[in-house]
T-cell receptor, first 115, second 112 residues
Framework: DTGVSQNPRHKITKRGQNVTFRCDPI?????LYWYRQTLGQGPEFLTY????????KSRLLSDRFSAERPKGSFSTLEIQRTEQGDSAMYLC?????????????FGSGTRLTVV | SQQGEEDPQALSIQEGENATMNCSYK?????LQWYRQNSGRGLVHLIL?????REKHSGRLRVTLDTSKKSSSLLITASRAADTASYFC????????????FGKGTKLTVNP
């Protein structure tokens, strides 16, 4: 396994269009997280899956956002009717139990630009 | 709030010098983690320090934790130009998702 993979790396879309990002976590990790990061800020939590169940969603995740993780493997994050404020880096992470806490591996992110 | 706050926001040093970044937080923690992010890239896990540990080393990195002061520091010794990046402390929430909560980070520039 080469780590967490995110596709595409970059996405430019026109306002109002829908976009979908994909995250392939490390196969042994049962937890998967999505974060959003804007320029000059730290990553902000969006949502979390344990296996295929979406167990927590941030209030940042408006009704235009939806995430899935069918069969507890890869995950997709869809944004409908994109707005310029959605421009950000979207990061995916998977985690494993260290016994002393959890370790997290992040993907390289998908940079979204809404024009 | 669980969020850590890094200080300084930006740091510029010469190659070979040491760089120290600090993180303060407000709630009790099980562990605290430090991450590095090169410009426009994902985050790389550097080190995890448990609440019952006071100091931890990894190569040129030294992390300290003072739970009485609710603060941690990351020291990079003998810095290199390749250390130029943003550094974040992250606190996992207790129970449930154990999601990481990040501060705004310290932007380190190491000049050759």
């Amino acid at each position: 396994d080469t780590g967490v993979s995110q596709n595409p790396r970059h996405k430019i879309t026109k306002r109002g269009q829908n976009v979908t990002f994909r995250c392939d976590p490390i196969s042994e990790h049962n937890r998967l997280y999505w974060y959003r990061q804007t320029l000059g800020q730290g990553p902000e939590f969006l949502t979390y899956f344990q296996n295929e169940a979406q167990l927590e969603k941030s209030r940042l995740l408006s009704d235009r956002f939806s995430a899935e993780r069918p069969k507890g493997s890869f995950s997709t994050l869809e944004i409908q009717r994109t707005e310029q404020g959605d421009s950000a880096m979207y990061l995916c992470a998977s985690s494993w139990n260290l016994g002393i806490g959890r370790g997290y591996t992040f993907g390289s992110g998908t940079r979204l630009t809404v024009v | 709030s669980q969020q850590g706050e890094e200080d300084p926001q930006a740091l510029s040093i010469q190659e070979g010098e040491n760089a120290t970044m600090n993180c303060s937080y407000k709630t009790s923690i099980n562990n605290l983690q430090w991450y590095r992010q090169n410009s426009g890239r994902g985050l790389v896990h550097l080190i995890l320090i448990r609440s019952n540990e006071r100091e931890k080393h990894s190569g040129r990195l030294r992390v300290t934790l003072d739970t009485s002061k609710k603060s941690s520091s990351l020291l990079i010794t003998a810095s290199r130009a390749a250390d130029t990046a943003s550094y974040f402390c992250a606190l996992p929430t207790r129970g449930g998702s154990e999601k990481l909560v990040f501060g705004k980070g310290t932007k380190l520039t190491v000049n050759p």
